[in-house]
T-cell receptor, first 111, second 113 residues
Framework: GESVGLHLPTLSVQEGDNSIINCAYSNSASDYFIWYKQESGKGPQFIIDIRSNMDKRQGQRVTVLLNKTVKHLSLQIAATQPGDSAVYFCAENMPGNQFYFGTGTSLTVIP | NAGVTQTPKFRILKIGQSMTLQCAQDMNHNYMYWYRQDPGMGLKLIYYSVGAGITDKGEVPNGYNVSRSTTEDFPLRLELAAPSQTSVYFC????????????FGPGTRLTVL
């Protein structure tokens, strides 16, 4: 299967700062991507998604950027809050196929 | 809606024992999935189902079995537990296809000693 990798396994940010979490994917045929948030002891929770016909998508305090040229995905969290502390996964999908999940980045927000 | 529910939350098994992990969803989703999550690793797909009576293998199906007799339920069976099956198991569901957003349950932490 395809592997989805993250550049940094851990990230610490000050409360109120912006956070950027990166993800590299290897299959150029992937056309749908999701970012999930996983809090300790809980299942992954959908944050935001993006399809390959877009470069950027914004949600509430979150933005996902997709660079298909270098097969890179990023999640930006604005004004990071303590409640944002969690592990963040990216997942990629090719049409008709299963999702492949990255290993995750652990985000710690320092009050 | 309760969403996706899983039982039990925790379980310790001895090598060779068997058990069934339960999963149910009340969102009328057609697709359901079982994943395992090992420490420091991404989710790996064990089995999935596209509807009642239909199941398919994922990336890591060995040592597991599933059934899908109803739309709501998708139990995962371990017949002969092995230490390599120590993991956290997540069930998920999606509405219509493999490339739809998936909704996850809270997980079952299984330890095989």
């Amino acid at each position: 299967g395809e592997s989805v990798g993250l550049h940094l396994p851990t990230l610490s940010v000050q409360e109120g700062d912006n956070s950027i979490i990166n993800c590299a994917y290897s299959n150029s045929a992937s056309d749908y991507f999701i970012w999930y948030k996983q809090e300790s002891g809980k299942g992954p929770q959908f944050i935001i998604d993006i399809r390959s016909n877009m470069d950027k998508r914004q949600g509430q305090r979150v933005t996902v950027l997709l660079n298909k040229t270098v097969k890179h995905l990023s999640l930006q969290i604005a004004a990071t809050q303590p409640g944002d502390s969690a592990v963040y996964f990216c997942a990629e999908n090719m049409p008709g196929n299963q999702f492949y999940f990255g290993t995750g980045t652990s985000l710690t927000v320092i009050p | 809606n309760a969403g996706v529910t899983q039982t039990p939350k925790f379980r310790i098994l001895k090598i060779g024992q068997s058990m069934t992990l339960q999963c149910a969803q009340d969102m009328n989703h057609n697709y359901m999935y079982w994943y395992r999550q090992d420490p420091g690793m991404g989710l790996k797909l064990i089995y999935y189902s596209v509807g009642a009576g239909i199941t398919d293998k994922g990336e890591v199906p060995n040592g597991y079995n599933v059934s899908r007799s109803t739309t709501e339920d998708f139990p995962l069976r371990l017949e002969l537990a092995a230490p390599s099956q120590t993991s956290v198991y997540f069930c998920a569901s999606s509405y219509s296809s493999l490339d739809n957003e998936q909704f996850f349950g809270p997980g079952t932490r299984l330890t095989v000693l």
